[in-house]
């Protein structure tokens, strides 16, 4: 079973909370449901981004990386950008207008992959799309 369940649009993910992160998880879990909207990156390859603005979960850096694999989750809680979810669909380098950013790597997809570069087409291609994460499964309702 896994711990999240992501929807974009029509597509649906699940992802497991990244034991190297206790914190952050801790942190994020009082967020969810979290709805929002999916937007493409300017400046870190083939990835989409949830924006937060200045709301940040008070946890500083951890299990933080500038490279996630496509389906690793971050969350950017530092103070040289706003608040995002990096959501990378292929190859990425997290970066902002300023530079490198690192961001704490929280969940990993579990399933869904092969459904990573249709979003990133639509995000792309189609503009921002409707972007829910949930706790829990969705076969176990």
Not at 27 to 37: G, Q
């Amino acid at each position: 079973m896994a711990d999240l369940t992501i929807r974009v649009g029509d597509l649906t993910f699940t992802a497991d909370w990244v034991p190297d992160a206790p914190r952050t998880r801790r942190a994020l879990e009082p967020w969810l449901p979290i709805r929002s909207r999916l937007i493409h990156c300017k400046w870190s390859g083939e990835s989409t981004w949830v924006p937060f603005g200045e709301e940040r979960p008070d946890v500083g850096f951890e299990n933080h990386t500038s490279h996630p694999a496509p389906g690793d989750l971050l969350i950017y809680t530092g103070d040289v950008s706003e608040c995002e979810i990096l959501f990378p669909y292929g190859a990425a380098s997290f970066n902002s207008r300023v530079g490198q950013l690192a961001g704490n790597h929280f969940a990993t997809l579990t399933s869904g992959q092969e459904q990573l570069a249709e979003m990133g087409h639509r995000v792309l291609w189609e503009g921002a799309q409707q972007i829910e994460i949930t706790e829990g499964d969705p076969s176990s309702s």
